[in-house]
């Protein structure tokens, strides 16, 4: 299945070199450009996107604004953020506007086009700055421990939960424990059920907050 794109980003050489990353692969599709939060709040209402990759310095206003937006009026389009900034505001304020993934510009295109599948396929995914910085954040809160913070999962449901919050996907994580993929789904299905989460980005909060994918 092509997975369809919208890229927003308001520098013409970046976005250019991002249309040719993406158009190189055959199974995805550039369906739109913007430079605005305006237009990309627009284009994406209009093109209905499997995925948006979002700079989230924009000439009037910020990303975050046109992925909290965005998701207000298309909530199956995904979000990937993707910068210069990997300040701690930056990086919380697009996963609580729903973003699902979050990745520095600088990274190689291998990384981003694998990136744009992981979100496109449900998963969430962050680069090892942005991985670094969230749980540089979220540790120094002084939460609890993931063993004691999530006493209701099991422990090979919360193996699955670290790694998820690693920013692995389904295959990898199953690689990783020598499980089945039909097994890791069910882990986490059962973990985002038991932590009263809607989608994987919002489980990667909740366990970085409690000390978990470091």
Same mark, same amino acid.
């Given at each position: 299945?092509?997975?369809?794109?919208?890229?927003?980003?308001?520098?013409?050489?970046?976005?250019?070199? /991002? *249309? $040719? #990353?993406?158009?190189?692969?055959?199974? =995805?599709?550039?369906?739109?450009? &913007?430079?605005?939060? +305006?237009?990309?709040?627009?284009?994406?209402?209009?093109?209905?996107?499997?995925?948006?990759?979002?700079?989230?310095?924009?000439?009037?206003?910020?990303?975050?604004?046109?992925?909290?937006? /965005? *998701? $207000? #009026?298309?909530?199956?389009?995904?979000? =990937?953020?993707?910068?210069?900034? &990997?300040?701690?505001? +930056?990086?919380?304020?697009?996963?609580?506007?729903?973003?699902?993934g979050?990745?520095?510009?600088?990274?190689?295109?291998?990384?981003?086009?694998?990136?744009?599948?992981?979100?496109?396929?449900?998963? $969430?995914?962050?680069?090892?700055?942005?991985?670094?910085?969230?749980?540089?954040?979220?540790?120094?809160?002084?939460?609890?421990?993931?063993?004691?913070?999530?006493?209701?999962?099991?422990?090979?449901?919360?193996?699955?939960?670290?790694?998820?919050?690693?920013?692995?996907?389904?295959?990898?994580?199953?690689?990783?424990?020598?499980?089945?993929d039909?097994?890791?789904?069910?882990?986490?299905?059962?973990?985002?059920t038991?932590?009263?989460?809607?989608?994987?980005?919002?489980?990667?909060?909740?366990?970085?907050?409690?000390?978990?994918?470091?």
């Open positions: 299945m092509t997975v369809s794109v919208l890229v927003v980003d308001d520098h013409p050489l970046f976005r250019d070199g /991002i *249309l $040719a #990353a993406l158009s190189g692969d055959p199974d =995805l599709r550039v369906v739109g450009e &913007a430079e605005t939060v +305006a237009d990309a709040v627009r284009l994406a209402a209009e093109l209905t996107p499997d995925v948006v990759l979002m700079d989230l310095n924009l000439p009037d206003g910020t990303g975050i604004d046109a992925t909290r937006a /965005i *998701l $207000a #009026a298309t909530p199956a389009t995904r979000v =990937l953020v993707m910068t210069m900034s &990997a300040d701690d505001d +930056a990086v919380v304020g697009s996963m609580r506007a729903g973003a699902r979050y990745v520095v510009k600088g990274a190689g295109r291998a990384d981003v086009l694998h990136a744009v599948r992981t979100v496109a396929a449900g998963g $969430a995914v962050f680069s090892p700055a942005v991985a670094d910085r969230l749980g540089g954040f979220f540790g120094s809160l002084g939460t609890l421990p993931g063993r004691t913070a999530f006493p209701e999962l099991t422990e090979r449901e919360r193996e699955v939960l670290d790694l998820v919050a690693r920013g692995y996907d389904n295959r990898r994580i199953a690689r990783e424990l020598v499980l089945s039909k097994t890791v789904r069910n882990h986490v299905s059962n973990v985002m038991k932590l009263d989460v809607t989608d994987r980005a919002a489980a990667v909060v909740r366990a970085r907050n409690a000390g978990l994918g470091t």
